[in-house]
């Protein structure tokens, strides 16, 4: 689907109208303002409409009953989750939030944090206790300027021992401190289950700050047998840094770049548009062709959107392509959305080789929900800053194929060893090393010696919203009003 230049500069759902109830908004209610806004925004737009019995368009028969209805809610949170379809199987992304300039941040990568990253393991012999690795530290944090570096592990959080049930308490300070521990892997490193970690003494006291994160971590040009490998650490589809993005691919391209490794593992996801410039850098020889597809619910059908391989950003930039016909991509179940889109959108077109851990699972789009005429953030009620973020539309791939609610399985399994983490970008690191050797063909790579357990959680459980999906600015959206009689 092709739209004019002006509309392709950004994407975001734009919805004429959307109140089921127009003589409503002439008529002063007794319901809460903010249980409307709720109850409006869902009915317009929610992809899971039809399964919601209160969110029908003839749901009420006059504004008194939709007055009651709306006032047997104490909260917007709890009107919110009435209308959520299957929240622990189905629905488990859409939110709603008090505070939306806080969330618009959040999706442009400014964020409070002590600036790195970390996964959580049992510890041997104990039901309860776990311990943290640090797995990926910011440039110009807290953290980095503590010294802090990926593999560290640390037991404690203010000399209280972790445990499955406290660790979330025990990081909400806005100033806190690590307490160390060495690790022994008894000379099994395949086996975690006789491993031995022992508190060393070691502190270090870290305090979060307003952080600005670039999603693209870490590049590098690697030698393999005289071409030129690619890596490309990604940890964000963070529209703001499309040109950085681009400028790295410049840099493969320039190198003349034969292989690409596209590190996800940490990836939660982003702007869907963000992920099919990606896609775009990664071939370029499919561009006009169909990307991704945004299936919206049965009202709004006539809105469904194709995102098709580019050539520009924005229109305006032109896209460094490598014009790949092979990728490597490496994953963890900490891997959603834009990330799983990106590996599901190129199968049909490019042979992708998955490294890693299964996928979080996530095929859903989202956008933030206004409380305006329009839903959109110009025009909010001034008198609050609730928003939503709805579930709105399945994406789908060129064959109609989404991804699964249990993940993408991977080509390679290899889960990453607390035993040995390694350097993120060197060709030893693990889950790197075995893209190499399946590149070499030389089967060197040892995949039965590794890790065969998974972390009970990460820093990811500690951020909210973090696997979010998200959709821009551009599509129209037009929703029908559905009247009502008055009393």
């Known amino acids: 689907m092709k ?72 909260t917007p949170e709890e009107l919110f989750e009435s209308l959520i379809h299957q929240r622990q199987t189905v629905d488990r992304f859409s939110w709603i939030v008090d505070d939306y300039i806080a969330l618009e941040q959040l999706f442009s990568g400014v964020s409070k944090r002590s600036g790195y990253e970390f996964d959580l393991y049992p510890i041997p012999g104990s039901a309860t206790n776990v311990f943290g690795i640090v797995r990926l530290v910011l440039p110009n944090s807290n953290a980095s300027d503590n010294n802090l570096t990926r593999g560290q592990v640390f ?36 086996n975690l289950n006789d491993d031995i970690i022992t508190p060393n003494g070691q502190n270090i006291t870290l305090t979060k700050t307003v ?57 939660p996801g982003g702007s869907v548009l963000t992920a099919s410039y990606l896609g775009s850098m990664i071939t370029g020889q499919f561009n006009g062709e169909v990307f991704a597809k945004l299936v919206y619910n049965s009202d709004l059908q006539a809105n469904n959107y194709d995102f098709e391989f580019e050539s520009l950003i924005d229109n305006s930039e032109a896209i460094n392509s490598l014009n790949l016909d092979k990728i490597y991509v490496l994953t963890t179940e900490d891997s959603a959305s834009a990330s799983e889109m990106v590996i599901n959108s190129l199968s049909p077109y490019i042979e992708v080789i998955q490294i890693g851990d299964d996928t979080t699972g996530k095929s859903q ?70 893209a190499i050797a399946d590149i070499q063909g030389t089967g060197r790579f040892n995949f039965s010696a590794l890790n065969k357990i998974k972390p009970k959680a990460s820093s990811h459980n500690l951020i909210p919203y973090v696997n979010e999906m998200y959709i821009d600015q551009g599509i129209l959206i037009d929703v029908q009003k559905n009247n009502i009689e008055q009393d």
């Not at 391209?253 to 940490?266: A, E, F, I």
Request: with cysteine; net charge negative; aromatic share 12%.
């Open 211 to 267: 952080l600005s994160e670039n999603p693209i971590f870490e590049t590098a040009i690697i030698d393999v047998d005289g071409e030129n490998l690619g890596y490309l650490m990604y940890n964000g589809f963070t529209s703001d840094y499309n040109s950085q993005l681009n400028t790295a691919f410049n840099n493969f391209k320039s190198s003349n770049v034969q292989h690409l490794v596209l590190d996800l593992r940490y990836n």
């Open 365 to 434: 789009a989202s956008i933030t929900v206004y409380d305006s005429s329009n839903l959109e953030r110009e025009g909010a009620n001034p008198n609050h800053t609730y928003a939503m973020q709805p579930l709105v539309a399945n994406t789908l791939n060129k064959l109609n194929s989404s991804v699964p609610s249990n993940g993408l399985t991977p080509t390679i399994t290899i889960l990453e060893n607390p035993a040995n983490y390694g350097v993120l970008g060197n060709v030893n690191e693990p889950l790197l090393a075995a």
């Open 155 to 190: 037991t404690s959080i203010d000399g209280v021992t972790m445990t499955e049930s406290n660790y979330r308490t025990l990081f909400s300070p806005d100033s806190y401190t690590m307490g160390f521990a060495d690790y022994d892997d008894n000379g099994t490193p395949e």
């Open 3 to 74: 739209f004019s230049k002006p509309l392709l500069c950004c994407l975001i759902l734009t919805i004429i109208t959307y109140s089921c109830f127009d003589d409503m908004d002439d008529n002063a209610i007794s319901a809460n303002e903010i249980n409307d806004f709720v109850w409006k925004g869902m009915n317009a737009v929610y992809l899971y409409k039809d399964n919601i019995p209160d969110l029908a368009n003839d749901r009420f028969s006059s504004t008194s009953e939709y007055a009651d209805y709306l006032n047997s809610f104490s």
